[in-house]
Every structure is written in structure tokens, then in C-alpha cells.
């Protein structure tokens, strides 16, 4: 079945956006960089691109972390957000006892020093007082710091289960453009949508209803591992009362694109050039060679790639890359 979560409403985006602007939520939680547009909403904090990457290789189960303008956000994760009131309320909890020596990244600090803080603060919660410990994997959890302790905590010496961690090293921006020629999985037609995965994270775009042309041009995050492996697409039919129908699938190989973009520093020092391709073949799904460019400052890679084990199908993607660093 589709996981489709429900939307926030116009109104309560704005809310979260005015808190976002709040003074103390101008800054990154963690390391202090400016105008922060990223956030963890089971914790209730702004954070900034950098700190994002760190808190997405916690896993979602400490930290769920959500674009503030590019992703969908339901009622209940922003009412979480305002329940905690914002990064000063958060460190408050989560920041209660930083050991002397012990000092916060600084925006220009590197990922290591970030990482080691970050896992300390959230993960470990090493400067809560001793005693306590926030229950933060479940959405309930940025609700509780907000109100009694006695809801919020338990006791230290309770098991901890450490969760894998991932380094990470760049974002991964995917506009998923149109489906060209779908098959057809319903009486006549399809309702068809999305799904990309990247190691243990899954995106998925918007159902499109009745259509086997569908333009969705929609953009979907996901952060990129040091280990990585390829990028699955499928696209399934949605179905209300039984199981989606898988409409066919496809691997993305990212290396090419990855290995074009850690070559270039800062790709904002070049025109717009071709620095890589990743070339057609009977072993992928490319409809053509797909080409990796600097375009604007950025680096970019369109693709138009065949749907596998299905009749018919193709799928117009465009990949962008951005460094945590930047």
C-alpha cells in the first residue's frame, strides 16, 4: 500500500515557517550557522545543511530530519515542533549539562567534530542530567520535552539500542519529471507514483491519478552514504483496498555523478561545461548516454531511463548534487 502521509494544511506551513523565523531559531541548534532551513522534527529543532547530514546517519528512530520548503510535513509533526517552542526550549534539555572541555561545533568546524557532538547531544544524550533520558524515537517524543519530565524520561541505566552509523557525504536532489508510456494496471489506465531508495532511506512522490503520460516534476531529498549503492527507482499503480502494483523499476548508478562532483571544489567557480557521462548499455537502463554537467553553479545529471520487468514505460529524471559543505 502507498505510505502517503497527510499534508499540513496552507496555514499551519506558515506557522512553521514563522517559527523558523523566531530569533532563536535563526541559528543552527547545534553549531550556531545562520538562517538554519532544515529541521528535526521529533526533537523540535532548526538545523543547518551540515547538521543535517549528521542527524540523518542517526537513523529516523533519533532524529527525523525535513526540509522546511521542500518537503511535506503533516499537522503532527508541526504541532510537535511548536510544543518544544524552538531550539533555545530544546538545548535547554538536550544541552542541560555539557561537560567543561567539552565544546559546540562552530559553523566552519569539520564533520567529525560535528559528528562526535551531535550523537553526544541527541543520540547518547550525554548532557542531560544524569538521572534522565528522552524517549526520542517515537513522534511523541519532541511533545514530551515540552511538558512534564515525568512524561519524558526514564532511567539511565535502561538498555540503550545504538543504532548503525552512517557518514555521509553530500545530498542528493532527484526531480523525478515524467513518466512517459506506463502500462496499464487498472481497468484502462494507472495511478501511478514514484519511489526512490538509497540504502535505508525511502522517498516517494505524489500519486498522479489515471494517467500513463504523468508529469509529476517534483524533487525528493536524499542524502548519500560513504558506502553507497545504487539508487533504485520503481513506480507503482495505487490501489485503495489491496496492494500497489509494482509498474516496473530501474538502478541509477550514482558513482559517475558522485565522482564528476568530489573533483570539483566548488563548482560555482566554473561556466556551464560537461565534466562526466554515464554511457548506455545492455547492463543499465539508460533510454541514452546521460550526460553530468555544471550548469548554474550547480551539478547536474538529466537521465531517461527504460522501466525493467514491465511491457513499456520510461521515467525523465534530473540528479543534482550538493556537498554537505556547501
Not at 523558523?20 to 523540535?44: F, L, V, Y
Not at 567539552?102 to 543520540?123: G, T
Not at 535502561?158 to 502500462?183: D, P, Q, W, Y
Not at 526512490?196 to 531529498?221: D, K
Request: charged letters at 25%; proline letters at 4%; hydrophobic letters at 40%.
Amino acid at each position: 500500500m502507498s505510505n502517503n502521509k497527510a499534508k499540513s494544511s496552507p496555514g499551519n506551513l506558515r506557522r512553521l515557517r514563522e517559527l523558523m523565523q523566531r530569533n532563536d531559531n535563526r541559528m543552527c541548534a547545534d553549531c550556531g550557522a545562520p538562517d538554519p532551513k532544515w529541521a528535526s522534527a521529533n526533537i523540535g529543532v532548526f538545523i543547518c545543511l551540515k547538521c543535517c547530514g549528521v542527524h540523518r546517519s542517526l537513523g529516523t528512530h533519533i532524529s527525523k530530519v525535513l526540509s522546511v520548503t521542500l518537503d511535506e510535513w503533516s499537522d503532527d509533526e508541526i504541532d510537535a515542533m511548536f510544543e518544544v517552542g524552538g531550539n533555545s526550549s530544546a538545548n535547554a534539555i538536550y544541552e542541560a549539562y555539557i561537560p567543561k572541555g567539552f565544546l559546540k561545533p562552530r559553523p566552519d568546524s569539520s564533520h567529525e567534530d560535528r559528528l562526535k557532538f551531535v550523537r553526544s547531544k541527541y543520540e547518547l544524550q550525554e548532557f542531560l542530567k544524569p538521572s534522565l533520558r528522552i524517549l526520542s524515537f517515537s513522534k511523541r517524543s519532541a511533545n514530551n520535552v515540552r511538558k512534564s519530565s515525568l512524561e519524558s524520561i526514564r532511567d539511565s541505566d535502561t538498555s540503550k539500542e545504538m543504532a548503525g552509523m552512517v557518514e555521509f557525504i553530500g545530498v542528493l536532489k532527484v526531480k523525478v519529471i515524467k513518466g512517459t508510456n506506463l502500462a496499464i494496471r487498472d481497468m484502462l489506465s494507472s495511478d501511478p507514483y514514484v519511489v526512490l531508495t538509497l540504502g535505508q532511506q525511502r522517498v516517494q512522490t505524489a500519486i498522479i491519478s489515471s494517467n500513463l503520460n504523468p508529469v509529476w516534476n517534483e524533487e525528493l531529498m536524499l542524502s548519500v552514504p560513504n558506502k553507497f549503492k545504487a539508487l533504485k527507482m520503481e513506480v507503482y499503480d495505487y490501489d485503495t483496498f489491496s496492494a500497489d502494483d509494482i509498474m516496473g523499476e530501474a538502478e541509477i548508478d550514482i558513482q559517475p555523478l558522485v565522482g564528476a562532483a568530489l573533483a570539483i571544489d566548488d563548482p560555482s567557480m566554473f561556466g556551464d561545461m560537461q565534466i562526466g557521462k554515464w554511457l548506455k548499455s545492455p547492463d543499465n537502463a539508460l533510454a541514452s548516454d546521460s550526460t553530468i554537467n555544471v550548469a548554474d553553479g550547480k551539478i547536474k545529471q538529466e537521465m531517461s531511463l527504460k522501466l525493467q520487468n514491465v511491457e513499456s514505460g520510461e521515467v525523465d529524471l534530473e540528479l543534482e548534487w550538493s556537498a554537505l559543505e556547501q
